[in-house]
């Protein structure tokens, strides 16, 4: 069984910084970033990237070497992808602050509001509903972290945890000081239009939460096995027959039963901004499946049947 050489070279600047002698043919991406872990401390696994040219994209964890296309003298570079942190503590973070925060407006505590309102309550019942339905949707997101999702990549970049958590942190604390103020004003349509747009929410709650099982369904524990989803019994399950990304289909759903309940212009605001964020994730997911499957669905559109 021959052996290979393998060397690796800053991307930036070319210079050596590790040569692999006698690496077996079947060794991955993955083991050779642990070797080379061994030599440079400073950059753990997670932290690399390896890729066949300086500018080129990262190769997966789990290409094998011998399917490369190199010799047996192979040269690979190395980009540094900066600290990381796992996915799972992200999201228990940027989604544990919206709920925390939204709580201390509704319940008044002082220095948000002023001094003669502090632990008041409101005298308008859509308040309270919509701050069930705000706790309700970052619990459940923090129930799926712990138990349903299974991320394809362990870690990512340190420095979007202060991004995420200024995002999500940010527009919670702006949607509760209006929603919660004492001079806030019930929808416009009145017991209708919230009782309407409760329906919407928790329809969209609910078909969010199966897409997130399905999607779980589809990944054996402790694989990176990426499969076309397709509709199953569970008929919030169907509108994949449409759609690539439906999960973020039903997110905005969701908030948008959330922002008709309130009728408040921050919601709405956040709830554009979630779209358009959403939408780029779909369109680069959709294309994804394209590329990787031949027979992929042709009806489909990444987040707005035969719209989007």
Same mark, same amino acid.
């Not at 505590?109 to 706790?135: E, G, N, Q, R």
């Not at 919660?180 to 969209?204: D, K, M, S, V, W």
């Not at 008709?260 to 779209?275: D, H, R, S, Y």
């Given at each position: 069984?021959?052996?290979?050489?393998?060397?690796?070279?800053?991307?930036?600047?070319?210079?050596?910084?590790?040569?692999?002698?006698?690496?077996?043919?079947?060794?991955?991406?993955?083991?050779?970033?642990?070797?080379?872990?061994?030599?440079?401390?400073?950059?753990?696994?997670?932290?690399?990237?390896?890729?066949?040219?300086?500018?080129?994209?990262?190769?997966?964890?789990?290409?094998?070497?011998?399917?490369?296309?190199?010799?047996?003298?192979?040269?690979?570079?190395?980009?540094?992808?900066?600290?990381?942190?796992?996915?799972?503590?992200?999201?228990?973070?940027?989604?544990?602050?919206?709920?925390?925060?939204?709580?201390?407006?509704?319940?008044?505590?002082?220095?948000? =509001?002023?001094? !003669?309102?502090? /632990? +008041?309550?409101?005298?308008?019942? $859509?308040?309270?509903?919509?701050?069930?339905?705000?706790?309700?949707?970052?619990?459940?997101?923090?129930?799926?972290?712990?138990?349903?999702?299974?991320?394809?990549?362990?870690?990512?970049?340190?420095?979007?945890?202060?991004?995420?958590?200024?995002?999500?942190?940010?527009?919670?604390?702006?949607?509760?000081?209006?929603?919660?103020?004492?001079?806030?004003?019930?929808?416009?349509?009145?017991?209708?239009?919230?009782?309407?747009?409760?329906?919407?929410?928790?329809?969209?709650?609910?078909?969010?939460?199966?897409?997130?099982?399905?999607?779980?369904?589809?990944?054996?524990?402790?694989?990176?096995?990426?499969?076309?989803? =397709?509709?199953? !019994?569970?008929? /919030? +399950?169907?509108?994949?027959?449409? $759609?690539?990304?439906?999960?973020?289909?039903?997110?905005?759903?969701?908030?948008?039963?959330?922002?008709?309940?309130?009728?408040?212009?921050?919601?709405?605001?956040?709830?554009?901004?979630?779209?358009?964020?959403?939408?780029?994730?779909?369109?680069?997911?959709?294309?994804?499946?394209?590329?990787?499957?031949?027979?992929?669905?042709?009806?489909?559109?990444?987040?707005?049947?035969?719209?989007?």
């Amino acid at each position: 069984m021959k052996h290979y050489e393998v060397e690796i070279l800053d991307a930036k600047t070319k210079d050596k910084l590790c040569f692999l002698d006698k690496v077996e043919p079947n060794a991955t991406i993955g083991e050779i970033k642990s070797m080379f872990h061994k030599s440079h401390p400073q950059w753990y696994p997670a932290r690399q990237s390896i890729r066949l040219d300086p500018k080129g994209k990262s190769l997966k964890d789990e290409d094998v070497l011998q399917h490369l296309p190199v010799g047996t003298t192979a040269t690979f570079y190395f980009r540094d992808l900066g600290a990381q942190i796992s996915w799972v503590t992200v999201f228990l973070t940027e989604y544990t602050g919206p709920l925390v925060i939204y709580l201390m407006f509704y319940f008044r505590v002082p220095f948000i =509001y002023a001094p !003669k309102y502090d /632990f +008041t309550t409101s005298k308008h019942w $859509v308040v309270h509903l919509a701050c069930m339905c705000h706790s309700f949707h970052y619990v459940k997101r923090l129930l799926e972290t712990l138990f349903v999702h299974r991320f394809s990549h362990g870690t990512m970049p340190l420095r979007n945890i202060f991004k995420n958590c200024t995002y999500y942190w940010g527009f919670a604390a702006w949607m509760a000081y209006y929603i919660n103020h004492p001079l806030y004003t019930p929808p416009i349509y009145g017991e209708q239009q919230i009782r309407l747009a409760l329906i919407i929410f928790l329809f969209c709650q609910i078909g969010n939460f199966s897409i997130h099982v399905a999607l779980r369904n589809l990944r054996p524990p402790g694989s990176k096995t990426r499969k076309i989803p =397709y509709p199953t !019994k569970n008929p /919030f +399950t169907w509108i994949f027959l449409l $759609v690539s990304c439906p999960n973020y289909t039903y997110e905005l759903g969701s908030w948008l039963g959330f922002t008709l309940m309130t009728q408040c212009l921050p919601v709405a605001f956040f709830t554009l901004v979630g779209f358009i964020q959403m939408t780029v994730w779909a369109k680069g997911k959709h294309r994804s499946y394209l590329k990787e499957f031949r027979d992929y669905p042709p009806l489909r559109s990444p987040i707005l049947p035969f719209i989007l």
